[in-house]
């Protein structure tokens, strides 16, 4: 289809472009482009399904070894099978563990919002903070260094100050959270604004965008790709904060659901806590891979 305007048409005119498929001017063939996308999205469709089938017989291969395995030891406390594990499983995500606790589910509830407060004010706080170290070279020299002395401190070390000044309530493990995402996404946010190519906020510029436009609406949204793949590595973080002070300073959680099975030898149950919160963290993952395709749609099959 094609646009013209016309003597006396008072608007554009629509009309239809018959010109049969075949060679171009420019030496190309658009029937031949056409089945070459195709043939290449369907190349590229075959590929994620061999590498999820792959990914899938990976992990039978591992439960069938680790049912092998505790056939073979027969010691339920120090291995316990599948089965026993998804049974414990089963039977805690309705009933109280312990005894005056709360089921499975409620327990992985607890954790959730802990996870997902403490992360969204971190991602928040670190691109906050790492634009502002992008867009100001004082405000960069100024909270390098800091940034530089906190992160590559483990967050659990702050564990004793944080009971000490906020009590052992919901407040110090959130920002246990927040203390290991910010660093992390700040330094992220900093390198992909710094990846981005300086045509573009020239470009943005010249056509009258302000400074503050052209960082909020040019500069992240190129360097979204960078910063969603900081928050999954945050992410990964924040769950082994979590999971290593509900083992410390809770009564709820499935840190402490943990920490309590293998304080009565319950091996099975500590098992399925570990998978659901590999399960759960695969879940939050995929979402943000999810996230990750919509900002970039180069990596779409």
């Not at 029937?31 to 792959?54: K, M, P, S, W, Y």
């Amino acid at each position: 289809m094609a646009g013209w305007y016309g003597p006396g048409t008072g608007g554009p005119v629509i009309v239809e472009d018959v010109r049969p498929p075949g060679p171009r001017p420019d030496g190309g063939d658009d029937l031949g482009d056409r089945e070459d996308l195709i043939a290449h999205r369907r190349a590229r469709r075959r590929a994620r399904t061999q590498r999820v089938a792959t990914g899938a017989a990976g992990i039978a291969a591992l439960l069938l070894l680790w049912q092998a395995g505790a056939m073979i030891l027969g010691d339920q406390v120090a291995l316990p099978s599948v089965s026993q594990t998804v049974a414990q499983f089963l039977h805690y995500l309705s009933h109280p563990y312990p005894a005056a606790g709360k089921p499975l589910w409620y327990d992985l509830y607890i954790s959730l919002r802990r996870i997902l407060i403490g992360f969204a004010i971190g991602v928040a706080g670190g691109v906050a903070l790492g634009s502002a170290m992008s867009a100001s070279r004082v405000v960069r020299h100024l909270v390098d260094p800091v940034i530089e002395i906190l992160r590559p401190l483990p967050p659990l070390a702050f564990i004793p100050l944080f009971i000490v000044w906020l009590g052992i309530g919901e407040t110090p493990k959130e920002v246990l959270i927040i203390v290991g995402v910010v660093p992390l996404m700040a330094v992220m946010t900093v390198v992909a604004l710094d990846e981005v190519p300086d045509d573009l906020r020239l470009c943005a510029r010249t056509l009258g965008a302000s400074r503050s436009y052209t960082l909020l609406h040019v500069q992240i949204r190129a360097a979204l790709p960078y910063i969603l793949t900081g928050m999954r590595l945050a992410m990964a973080g924040a769950w082994s904060s979590i999971v290593a002070v509900e083992m410390i300073a809770a009564t709820s959680g499935l840190g402490y659901v943990i920490q309590q099975a293998g304080d009565y030898l319950d091996t099975a149950l500590v098992f399925a806590g570990i998978l659901v919160i590999a399960v759960t963290a695969l879940v939050l993952d995929a979402g943000l891979r999810g996230l990750l395709l919509l900002a970039d749609p180069s990596r779409r099959g």
